[in-house]
């Protein structure tokens, strides 16, 4: 079974608003990543958050981490058109640590 | 810097036949990883190596074979290709297990 699974599995917004998407896992880990893939590319690296730390930003991007409830969040301000794309989020335990991502467009 | 490279880009095969897609990278990375990718889903682990001359099998290991002979360099190999096999293939460096990953742009496999 998959580590990450991200949720929602699509999210559609309108340019300017907020985006929130959510990722569960199952087992401990160390750290936990995020990143973007448009459509067809490789997968882009945005953000990592180690397991001692609750929240970090980078740009308009904030994520937390509650590993408590085993759980993290990718909190994307001010959406542009260009941040349409699939994002995922991938921990450092186990084989299989990509879920299915979720698939956000941003409508101008 | 190259970062990760991916050759060939595109691929079409017909059942039985082998290749080998080859993955590149220039930053010194002592881990490598082998993902497929079909329509719609996530990543899914082939193999990964943790330095030369290692290789472990990852959650769909079966019907690829991989070898890192050089640091920069890991390759994964079909033996026989079969239609289940049509994917996207990526390859991805790290500095450490599952540290950020850097990716390459992928290879699309067509078994017909």
């Known amino acids: 079974s998959q580590q990450g699974e991200e949720d929602p599995q699509a999210l559609s917004i309108q340019e300017g608003e907020n985006a929130t998407m959510n990722c569960s896992y199952k087992?401990?880990?160390?750290?936990l990543q995020w990143y973007r893939q448009n459509s067809g590319r490789g997968l882009v690296h945005l953000i990592l958050i180690r397991s001692n730390e609750r929240e970090k930003h980078s740009g308009r991007l904030r994520v937390t981490l509650d590993t408590s409830k085993k759980s993290s969040s990718l909190l994307i301000t001010a959406s542009r058109a260009a941040d349409t794309a699939s994002y995922f989020c991938?921990?450092?335990?186990?084989?299989?640590?990509f879920g299915d991502g979720t698939t956000l467009t941003v409508k101008p | 810097n190259a970062g990760v490279t991916q050759t060939p880009k595109f691929r079409v095969l017909k059942t039985g036949q082998s290749m080998t897609l080859l993955c590149a990278q220039d930053m010194n990375h002592e881990y490598m990883y082998w993902y497929r990718q079909d329509p719609g889903m996530g990543l899914r682990l082939i193999h990964y190596s943790v330095g030369e001359g290692t290789t472990a099998k990852g959650e769909v290991p079966d019907g690829y074979n991989v070898s890192r002979l050089k640091k920069q360099n890991f390759l994964l190999g079909l033996e026989s290709a079969a239609p289940s096999q049509t994917s996207v293939y990526f390859c991805a460096s790290s500095p450490g297990f599952q540290e950020t990953q850097y990716f390459g742009p992928g290879t699309r496999l067509l078994v017909l």
């Open positions: 087992t401990s880990i160390n750290n």
């Open positions: 991938a921990t450092d335990a186990g084989k299989s640590t």
